[in-house]
């Protein structure tokens, strides 16, 4: 009997370490980037009403809040120590919980909430087309980011920068035609991908804490 109860004390011990750490490494890029400069230029470009940071906040709460299960779940299990284990159990049941209301909440409001994004990353995309001096820091730090990435475009790919193409291609830029991922557009090799998928995800995330 003692051995079984090593054995799931282990088990427990190295299960929570790794959710621990999960914990960490989500709470240190989410810090690394909420200390960057280039977030809110490309997460709410111009648009006043939403809070720049919104989707790295929640990040550093999400790595903040499985940083603590993990450390009670460690030490309730190693200790056997019933008041962390209780603790540990009440956290897991309070994110399925908020796991389900999500989840009916996102199907109640599915249609709307796909126009209201829909609609958001169209105007995101507008800006990079634009040929207002407003619009350049958002510009040019997508262009970087689209460089990173291996992409071009937002929604409708190269076609998004419009006359602006010719001052950002070079980040749109890949190695030849002969890449799968890579096609022609203004006589330049570029990626074929787009961004917004990804803008979806944080444009989302945005809407559902407004």
Not at 105 to 130: D, G, P
């Given at each position: 009997?003692?051995?079984?109860?090593?054995?799931?004390?282990?088990?427990?011990?190295?299960?929570?370490?790794?959710?621990?750490?999960?914990?960490?490494?989500?709470?240190?890029?989410?810090?690394?980037?909420?200390?960057?400069?280039?977030?809110?230029?490309?997460?709410?470009p111009g648009d006043a009403n939403l809070s720049p940071f919104i989707v790295v906040n929640m990040l550093i709460f999400v790595g903040a809040v499985i940083m603590?299960?993990?450390?009670?779940?460690?030490?309730?299990?190693?200790?056997?120590?019933?008041?962390?284990?209780?603790?540990?159990?009440?956290?897991?049941?309070?994110?399925?919980?908020?796991?389900?209301?999500?989840?009916?909440?996102?199907?109640?409001?599915?249609?709307?909430?796909?126009?209201?994004?829909?609609?958001?990353?169209?105007?995101?995309?507008?800006?990079?087309?634009?040929?207002?001096?407003?619009?350049?820091?958002?510009?040019?730090?997508?262009?970087?980011?689209?460089?990173?990435?291996?992409?071009?475009?937002?929604?409708?790919?190269?076609?998004?920068?419009?006359?602006?193409?010719?001052?950002?291609?070079?980040?749109?830029?890949?190695?030849?035609?002969?890449?799968?991922?890579?096609?022609?557009?203004?006589?330049?090799?570029?990626?074929?991908?787009?961004?917004?998928?990804?803008?979806?995800?944080?444009?989302?995330?945005?809407?559902?804490?407004?």
């Amino acid at each position: 009997m003692a051995g079984v109860n090593v054995c799931i004390k282990c088990s427990m011990f190295i299960f929570n370490f790794v959710f621990w750490l999960c914990g960490a490494i989500i709470l240190s890029i989410a810090i690394s980037i909420r200390a960057g400069k280039i977030g809110q230029e490309i997460l709410v470009p111009g648009d006043a009403n939403l809070s720049p940071f919104i989707v790295v906040n929640m990040l550093i709460f999400v790595g903040a809040v499985i940083m603590i299960l993990g450390f009670l779940g460690c030490c309730g299990a190693m200790k056997e120590n019933q008041f962390m284990m209780i603790l540990f159990f009440i956290g897991l049941l309070m994110i399925l919980l908020l796991q389900v209301a999500a989840g009916i909440l996102a199907t109640t409001s599915k249609s709307k909430t796909e126009q209201t994004l829909n609609k958001t990353l169209m105007i995101n995309a507008r800006l990079l087309s634009s040929t207002n001096e407003n619009e350049r820091v958002f510009q040019k730090a997508f262009s970087e980011l689209q460089g990173k990435l291996k992409c071009c475009g937002l929604v409708n790919g190269a076609s998004d920068w419009g006359s602006n193409f010719q001052h950002y291609y070079k980040t749109c830029e890949c190695p030849g035609e002969s890449d799968p991922s890579c096609t022609k557009y203004g006589g330049k090799a570029i990626y074929k991908q787009v961004l917004g998928l990804m803008f979806s995800i944080v444009l989302y995330c945005q809407m559902r804490k407004k």
